[in-house]
Each structure stands twice: as C-alpha cells, then as structure tokens.
C-alpha cells in the first residue's frame, strides 16, 4: 500500500528557533498533503493544506507566517515552525488522500517539543 | 461544519469482554469512514475503512459499521485482549480530496 514517511520522528528545540518537518510519499505522487497537529488528550486538528506548486490554505486561527509549507514536488512538502515557543509543542503529522475509494494514509508523525 | 463524537471518552473492560465504541456526525454527506488505532506517543494505524455505500467492514476481531443516514459508526472489538488498549479514532471524509476530520477517540484499556 502507500506509504508517507514523515521526519524528524522527535525533536527538542530551543524557543525562538525554527523545525522543519518533511513529509514524503513514497510510492505514489501526491498533489495535496494535510497537516495536522495534536496536543495531549486532545484529537487531531487541521492545520493546513498544503498543494503542490501553489499556496498552501490554512486553518481559521493558524498563522500562516508561523507555520510556513512548502510542497514543492509531488513527492515532498515540508512544515517549518518558524520561532518556535513553548506553546508550539505538540504531535505534528501529515496526511495524503488516497485516491478515490482509498483510505487517507498518515506519517508516522513528529513530537516537537520547545524548551 | 462536520463535528465528528466519539462515546465513551475512556472505557475499561476485563480481558475477553466483546465491546462496542461509537462514533457520531452531523454530516450525513460523507465520502467515506476510517477508524485509527493511536498508541500513546505514536502515531496512526489504519484499522477499517467504510467507503458511503457499504454498511460494514470486518478485519480479524473487528467489526465497524455504518448506518449513514443517522450518522453513526460503531466498532466492534471482540474477546479483547491487553494489546488493545489504546485510543480509537473516528475520522470521515466528506469529499474524495478533502481532510479527515476526526473525533476525540475512545482511550480503552483491557485489564489482563
């Protein structure tokens, strides 16, 4: 089946620098990726969606100067979190729809923590 | 704007309990279902896909149903086992390229 591979799997950073996430499609080209972000006991919520060769969309209430994607191929996009805070610690992970009649498969995500 | 809940919150059984979780939303127009399984810390394993015009789907010990008109799933979970302990998430889709929009999960844990 596809496979997204999502990294770094976990990293600790320092507050006021900046992460960056990337997000592959292995064996299938994806147009579109969706970012989620997960903060403890709570579900996934969306954050953005990211369309390759064109601007990515953002959620009602995620800053788009913050959180900037790039989907600069059909196989990549990648989600920088720009001077990162305490506050930004959480369970980030990427979405590629499948194609019609197909589940939606999933990263295996990235615990960000902000010190 | 599709609100997707899942009851209970938390549930715990005995080893060999068959239990159900349910999921509701208020969307009946959607594409299709898909139940995750999250470890604490990790991240999301696909355990039964719906697509709208199926009613069930069965993998091993599961068993997840649809009734799309009143907007509810449930999963099936039988003769539990320690391993199961985890949360279940509830996630539809209402457009063959839109996001997931997910539930707050089911924590269950099977007491050995």
């Known amino acids: 089946g596809a496979v997204v591979s999502q990294h770094p799997s976990r990293v600790i950073c320092k507050s006021g620098t900046s992460v960056k996430i990337e997000c592959r499609s292995l064996?299938?080209?994806?147009?579109?990726m969706f970012w989620y972000r997960q903060f403890p006991k709570q579900s996934l919520m969306l954050m953005a969606t990211s369309n390759e060769g064109s601007k990515a969309t953002y959620e009602q209430g995620v800053e788009k100067d913050k959180f900037l994607i790039n989907h600069a191929s059909l196989t990549l996009s990648t989600l920088t979190v720009t001077s990162a805070h305490p506050e930004d610690s959480s369970f980030y992970i990427c979405?590629?729809?499948?194609?019609?009649?197909?589940?939606?498969?999933f990263g295996q995500g990235t615990r960000l923590t902000v010190v | 704007k599709q609100e997707v809940t899942q009851i209970p919150a938390a549930l715990s059984v005995p080893e060999g309990e068959n239990l159900v979780l349910n999921c509701s939303f208020t969307d009946s127009a959607i594409y299709n279902l898909q139940w995750f399984r999250q470890d604490p810390g990790k991240g999301l394993t696909s355990l039964l896909l719906?697509?709208?015009?199926?009613r069930e789907q069965t993998s091993g010990r599961l068993n997840a149903s649809l009734d799309k008109s009143s907007g509810r799933s449930t999963l099936y979970i039988a003769a539990s086992q320690p391993g199961d302990s985890a949360t279940y998430l509830c996630a539809v889709r209402s457009s063959g390229n839109t996001p997931l929009v997910f539930g707050k999960g089911t924590r269950l844990s099977v007491i050995a």
């Open positions: 979405s590629a729809p499948g194609r019609r009649n197909t589940e939606a498969f």
């Open positions: 064996d299938f080209q994806a147009t579109t």
């Open positions: 719906i697509q709208s015009s199926q």
